[in-house]
Every structure is written in C-alpha cells, then in structure tokens.
C-alpha cells in the first residue's frame, strides 16, 4: 500500500490518481483532529486564502495554460473547480466549500483509498508527502533531519465580508475592460478616499510584528501594507489600479474590486487585499472605504510562514527524493506556488510514483509546457532558490517572436502538444 501523507490538493490530487487505478493508497490527514493555524474545515483539497484558481485563458496566461494542461492529464482539483465555479470574469474562481466537498466525495468514494485520521510523524519509505507549508511540527522535524534545513517566507490571505452589509450605493458591477458578464462589485475611491485610506493602512497595528519585520515575503502574496509602504501611489498601479474600470464612462481614482466567494452570492472577498492588521484595525482601516463603512467581516485576513525544501539540493524533476526513488514530495512545500502548481505537483508526483512501482522509469516533461517548465525549475540547481507561479518566462524558447499575443498562442499550441506526448507515452505502457 502507497502511503500519501496530507489531504491538500497535491496530497488529494495524488490519492485520487492512484487510487481510480486500483492502487490501494493510505490518506493520512491529521484533520479534524488537528488544524494548522490557517485551516478551519474538515473536508480535503481546503482552500485557505483566495478563492480564485486564477485566470481561466489557456491562449494568454501561463496559469490558465497550466489549467488546460491539467484538464487534458484528468486532473481532480481542476475538475472540481469547474463543476463549482463562481462568476468571476475571466477567472477561475470556486464556491470554496462545494468545490472541496466535491474533492472530499471523490476521494472517499474511491474503494481503493483508506482515509486514516492523524497526524504522521515519520517519512514513509514509499509514498507522497503532501502536508504543504504548514507541515506539523513532528514531522517537519523529521524532514529536517533527513533533508536540511528547510527555507521558508511568509504568506498572507484576504478578509472576506458578508454581501448584504457592502453599501451598494457606493459601487458599481463590472468587470475590468468589459470581460466576463459583470460578476465584480467595484468600490471607487476619489483621491482624498484613496489618501485616508492609505494613510489609515500605514499607521494601523500590524500582528505579529516581530515576525513580519523580517521580510521574508513571497511577493505573489504581498500584504496590502507592505505594497503600500513602497509609495502612495502603488496601490493604484496594482491592487487598487481604476484602468478598464469606469462607471458611466468616468473612471474613478482608485477601485477595491470584491469577488464572489461562494455560488450564492451571500460572500464577497476583498481582491488582493493579503493583510497582517491586526483585526479591530482591519475593520477601521476597511471601514474607510465607502461601500465598506459598514461591512461585517465574516473572516478577517491573516499571516502565517509557510515553509518549503530547497528543492534543487534534495529533489528530482520527478518530485522523488534524491536518496530515495520511491519517496516523492508534493505541493507548495516543494517550491511550486499556487493552488493549480501545487495540485500539478501531486499530479505528477503520483503519475511517477505509479510508473516506478511498475518497474518503469519516470518521463519527465520537457520544459516547453508549464507543468514541465514548473518539474524542472525546481530541480535545477539554484543558491537563491524561491517560490514560482506559473509564468512564460520558465518556458524554453525555441524562436524569438515580437508579436507578444501571437507569442503567447504559439507558447500554449507547443505546450499542448507536449501534454498529448506525455499521455501517448503514458497510454504506451497502460497508464491511461
């Protein structure tokens, strides 16, 4: 029996692979016995910050290309996230609670997998760890004796308020340039809104403050403070930035964009606004912007490390480790960032994991597709080694073409083309 430890969305991702083979697989998931400090539900595949998968266009981002990818492997977390998504423009955002009661049906469902409830302390000789950045003390322990001392940076989520209590006469629906069918509700801010607000962001009590002064900040999760702390105006270039958004053809100052957390509509989450205030203080500085005066906060943001392997020093391209063929790591504590790379991870992982106990050696994808760029990136030998998204930037390129869209469709046409490779290969030896 493959023990995989963790019930995230590698660990959940590799189970499910597994197991709909005929595997027998062990789940171990400590939960609900025990929660890490930034999980609060008893259901697999939890998702603990956003709840969009980010964008779903497969020609003209690397995420949503990684998405197609997954699609075309069978991938359970994108499934899942299309049967339970939420409106969300062009991106690829899930009621949080079906789309992991989708996850956690699956996998109970599956006669081949065995859920065990607790929380593991050694590292199996066979099998996945997927216990993601919070990994239990116990056996985070253990990875350190065995692999070094792993790295680590601090991540951050956003509040999430209730639907009736934003003040809809200070807003308007839209979505940025007219995309999607107006699934946002925008909230502007004139510029002496915008300046308290920012104002009010810089001087409020942060949590933890010893902590976050070390700055080890992953920068795809970066605190609306800190953003802000870079100048006033950074705000309106990122997080806050009015360009495509107008109401009756005026553009505001700056607009907080909120985004659907669940399919009916009763929560909103406040769009990249990551925070470390403490909570009164998120509540006052929020409650600045006008449609928020009055908002009721169903669940304030917070900050946790996450920790993850150096993983050119102590992993293949495969996700196994290099003292041990038949031990695969999985997730986000493997350097990938993001939901949809850490479910690619546990993917991979047991697609290898599978063809080994086989007797057959790995396949590893070739970095022209962004599962494989992703395999690689975290293998490759790297002293300033860090986090990555999906980006186009860790694609090999093969001719330089200047036309950026045009580049981008062929980027996604190769990568396509190297994900039906790998299944034929796979389908050679009966893995399909």
């Known amino acids: 029996m493959i023990k995989i430890i963790g019930a995230g969305l590698a660990g959940s991702e590799a189970a499910y692979y597994l197991g709909s083979r005929g595997v027998e697989v ?49 991938s359970l977390v994108i499934e899942a996230a299309d049967k339970t998504q939420v409106p969300a423009g062009g991106a690829l955002a899930v009621d949080r609670d079906r789309f992991s009661e989708y996850i956690t049906q699956k996998i109970k469902a ?9 929380e593991e302390t050694e590292l199996p000789e066979c099998g996945i760890v997927a216990t993601g950045p919070l990994t239990s003390d116990g056996l985070f322990e253990e990875i350190q004796r065995n692999y070094g001392a792993a790295l680590h940076f601090y991540d951050a989520s956003a509040p999430i308020v209730s639907a009736d209590s934003i003040d809809r006469a200070h807003t308007f629906t839209g979505d940025r340039y007219g995309k999607g069918t107006g699934d946002y509700i925008n909230c ?32 795809g999760c ?24 107008e109401e009756e053809g005026v553009r505001p100052y700056a607009v907080l964009q909120l985004r659907k957390e669940n399919a009916a509509g009763t929560s909103y989450g406040l769009v990249g ?16 912007i006008p449609a928020l005066k009055n ?9 946790h490390r996450n920790t993850f392997l150096h ?19 999985a997730g986000q504590m493997t350097g990938v ?65 200047r036309d950026k869209k045009e580049k981008k469709r062929l980027l996604g046409e190769r990568a396509l083309c190297e994900i039906e490779r790998f299944k034929a290969q796979l389908n050679g030896h009966g893995e399909a």
């Open 26 to 74: 062990e789940l171990a998931e400590m939960k609900p016995a025990k929660f890490t400090p930034a999980h609060t539900s008893g259901s697999f595949g939890e998702l603990v910050c956003s709840n969009s998968l980010k964008s779903n266009d497969v020609w003209g981002n690397a995420c949503g290309l990684l998405k197609e990818e997954l699609r075309r492997l069978g």
């Open 311 to 329: 993983s050119p020093e102590v992993l293949n391209a495969d996700f196994s480790a290099k003292n041990n063929p038949m031990l695969f790591f």
């Open 295 to 303: 908002a009721e906060f169903e669940r304030y943001g917070v900050m």
């Open 188 to 219: 502007p801010l004139s510029k002496e809104e915008y300046e308290a607000f920012v104002s009010a962001l810089l001087s409020a009590e942060k949590a933890t403050l010893r902590e976050f002064e070390k700055r080890e900040i992953f920068e």
């Open 273 to 288: 606004c990551q925070t470390n205030l403490k909570f009164g203080e998120q509540k006052r500085v929020f409650g600045l």
């Open 222 to 245: 970066m605190p609306l403070e800190v953003m802000a702390s870079r100048g006033k105006d950074t705000l309106r270039y990122g997080t806050f930035k009015p360009v495509g958004l």
């Open 110 to 118: 599956c006669a081949y997998i065995h859920v065990t409830t607790r």
């Open 337 to 401: 960032e993001g939901y949809v790379e850490s479910a690619m991870s546990g993917l991979l992982a047991a697609i290898h994991l599978y063809r080994k106990s086989k007797g057959e050696k790995s396949v590893v994808l070739q970095d022209t597709c962004v599962s494989g760029a992703l395999s690689q990136y975290i293998a490759t030998p790297n002293k300033h080694f860090q986090p990555m998204n999906a980006n186009y930037g860790i694609l090999r390129e093969t001719e330089r073409i």
